[in-house]
């Protein structure tokens, strides 16, 4: 069970779920990724511009990082739901690093790659989840 994955030393009831998962992708990444969204539309003009669309990639990409210890769903357990976080969270990673270099039009691509990554993920674990659908369509 999941406790007991848990090492020694860290108090297993400290890793309890506060949301369940709807919740959570609607309360946590559903506004990052409207941040993001907005942020890939229109070429940011200055340094502003600039960090806040890398603060929501990274916001985005450290969120991820919640779907590696969520449970509720036997799938969260497979090695496949564990490929399929590490490779959605390194899709906002590499937008990141596209914004950090101030490459657009590459933090574009990279942007609907990572929409990609996670409608991919939707499809194969919640079918009925909606589609997220890019910025510009």
Request: aromatic share 10%.
């Amino acid at each position: 069970d999941a406790e007991s994955a848990t090492p020694p030393d860290v108090d297993p009831h400290a890793r309890r779920q506060v949301m369940r998962n709807q919740e959570l992708m609607k309360f946590l990444f559903e506004p990052f990724t409207v941040d993001l969204k907005r942020g890939v539309q229109i070429e940011p003009e200055n340094r502003q511009e600039w960090q806040s669309l890398y603060v929501a990639t990274f916001r985005l990409g450290e969120a991820m990082n919640l779907l590696y210890f969520r449970e509720g769903k036997d799938y969260m357990k497979t090695a496949e739901w564990r490929q399929m976080v590490t490779d959605s969270r390194q899709a906002a990673l590499d937008v990141g690093a596209a914004v950090r270099k101030r490459d657009f039009p590459e933090a574009q691509v990279r942007y609907e790659r990572l929409i990609q990554t996670c409608n991919d993920c939707h499809r194969k674990f919640e079918p009925g989840d909606p589609t997220i659908v890019p910025a510009w369509q």
